[in-house]
């Protein structure tokens, strides 16, 4: 099952980007709203990965990103941004996008975006439980409990949690967790790994700006203390 949800109220570069995701083997849905894309959703949840476009009719693509992410926390969801938007980028992965690909894109970066995430959704996940202090990593339910509360993450932000859980106390910097998390994919960049770690640190601190968990270590990396 590869199937794709495309929300794109531009015809041309939907079908454009249509034409290509079918091409290349994707069962794809095309929609130019928001709104149909969740009335899609509701319909049928199968869809592994959503392709978001950030400008649209009614609900723009963040709020309809967000809407989703309340449905499915395993969903791939990327976002079509414009180049010269750089907080629509951040924007984006704050409210749960796992990717996002700035407009204009070439098709061969988007395909590889997609096949990419699609590879990364397809990671078997082993029935077992990983504790760190009051944390525990759920693989079988997917979710992270906090002191016995389950906390829903994303794909991503539950990839790096387990590397973190695996690696406690160790300075990790961004290329490792890169490496980890992403597997060196061409076209992401360190901000990625930042901006994941502010929205989990919203997940397992107290107090997210002074964090006891998931420290920074200044210019270097990130430390994670159960
Ligand atoms: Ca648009």
């Avoid at 949800?5 to 995701?21: G, M, P, Q, Y």
């Avoid at 990965?49 to 309809?64: K, S």
Wanted: charge should be negative.
């Amino acid at each position: 099952m590869k199937k794709i949800l495309v929300c794109e109220d531009e015809v041309s570069i939907r079908s454009f980007v249509v034409f290509n995701l079918r091409r290349v083997g994707y069962e794809v849905a095309e929609v130019g709203s928001g709104e149909e894309a969740l009335a899609l959703y509701e319909a049928d949840p199968t869809f592994a990965i959503a392709l978001l476009d950030v400008m649209l009719p009614g609900i723009d693509g963040f709020e309809t990103c967000r809407r989703l992410r309340e449905q499915s926390s395993t969903m791939g969801i990327i976002m079509l941004t414009a180049l010269t938007r750089e907080e629509e980028k951040v924007n984006g992965l704050r409210v749960g996008a796992d990717d996002y690909v700035t407009k204009p894109f070439g098709i061969a970066e988007l395909l590889a975006r997609v096949e990419a995430l699609y590879r990364r959704l397809q990671v078997p996940t082993e029935a077992e439980q990983l504790h760190s202090g009051v944390f525990t990593l759920d693989r079988h339910a997917h979710c992270l409990l906090v002191e016995g509360q389950p906390v829903e993450l994303t794909q991503i932000e539950y990839q790096m949690m387990e590397y973190f859980f695996r690696n406690p106390g160790r300075l990790l910097t961004r290329s490792e967790i890169l490496e980890q998390v992403w597997r060196n994919e061409a076209y992401v960049d360190d901000k990625v790994v930042d901006v994941n770690v502010r929205r989990l640190r919203m997940k397992v601190e107290a107090d997210p700006s002074a964090p006891h968990h998931l420290l920074t270590v200044w210019g270097r990396g990130y430390q994670w203390n159960g």
